[in-house]
């Protein structure tokens, strides 16, 4: 089991900066990838970036390429998403999920998820 606890939402203003925390615990979180995914109000859950365990590969969605990094720091069991040049479409829930496997856009192939933390970019 792998538990994972979100930190660092928040308000900001259109153009500005937040960074995300995921904090896991439980069972090896540098054999897991990482993801980061969001939902906003009304729509279905999306793929934002992922990880691959090594922290060698990482992968964007193209609404936040250029503008997010997903990063890692496995002696600390810790995944960030440094999020830059926000936009209104930014907000929504942001989750944290984990998996056993290679990277993956897909949500259904996470095991393990983060209760969510609220981004919120007023224009």
Do not use: H
């Not at 890692?72 to 040049?85: E, F, G, H, I």
């Amino acid at each position: 089991q792998v538990a994972l606890v979100e930190s660092g939402g928040g308000l900001v203003q259109a153009g500005g900066s937040l960074r995300l925390s995921c904090a896991a615990s439980g069972r090896t979180f540098s054999s897991y990838t990482m993801g980061w995914f969001r939902q906003a109000p009304g729509k279905e859950r999306e793929f934002v970036a992922t990880i691959r365990w090594s922290g060698g590969n990482t992968y964007y969605a193209d609404s936040v390429r250029g503008r997010f990094t997903i990063s890692r720091d496995n002696a600390k069991n810790t995944v960030y998403l440094q999020m830059n040049s926000l936009k209104p479409e930014d907000t929504a829930v942001y989750y944290c999920a984990a998996r056993e496997g290679f990277v993956s856009e897909r949500s259904d192939r996470y095991d393990y998820w983060g209760q969510g933390t609220q981004v919120t970019v007023s224009s």
